[in-house]
């Protein structure tokens, strides 16, 4: 089963690829089709906006100067749903990614997740984002990240917090569990 947060973090992935390497914001299209390959359908796609869904979650992606992306449960629970925004921050010359919850106030987890700071001066991230795919497995589901991302994350000294929740994660080898939120992350 889809949830907002398996969508989210995987678009993200996509999107600061995009950034860090043409040291742009992707652009409409562009996360349009990164849904696509995550496994949404296009609904509806005009007037500046483009409607994707799958079984679990709906997407609503506003492609403007910046990009705002909605994730909401499929069931509707506006609680559960999280909105993916990227802007070219002038004050600071970066290009910033985010993972916020899209109502505050009824969000019923903690995101845990940095965002995404490009300085596009230096093209050098500027922050130690934990983004990746998830895989589902017999025992849970995992955010599946590569050897770079985790030497990155290692570097920062936050290896016992949860990237998605804050929580605390306990390892084993290369898979860690959340104590808190239930998934697990595994360097591949």
Known sequence: MEEPITVAVPLAKRMMN???TEKRLP?????????????LEELYMGKGLALLRSRDVVVLLFPRESLVVDVIPASGEVSDALEV??????????????????????YEGNIGLEPVIVNLETGE??????????????DGVYLVIDSETFERWKEAGNLDTCPLCGGELAWRGKRALCLDCGYGVKVR
Request: glycine share 6%; proline share 4%; no cysteine.
């Open 18 to 20: 995009v950034m860090v």
């Open 85 to 106: 925004i990227a802007y070219h921050d002038r004050k600071l010359n970066s290009l910033i990614l985010e993972i916020l919850p899209a109502n505050d106030l009824e």
């Open 125 to 138: 991230l500027e922050s130690t984002p934990v983004l990746g795919d998830f895989e589902a497995e017999k």
């Open 27 to 39: 652009s409409g299209d562009e996360v349009r089709e990164f849904l696509k390959e995550l496994g």
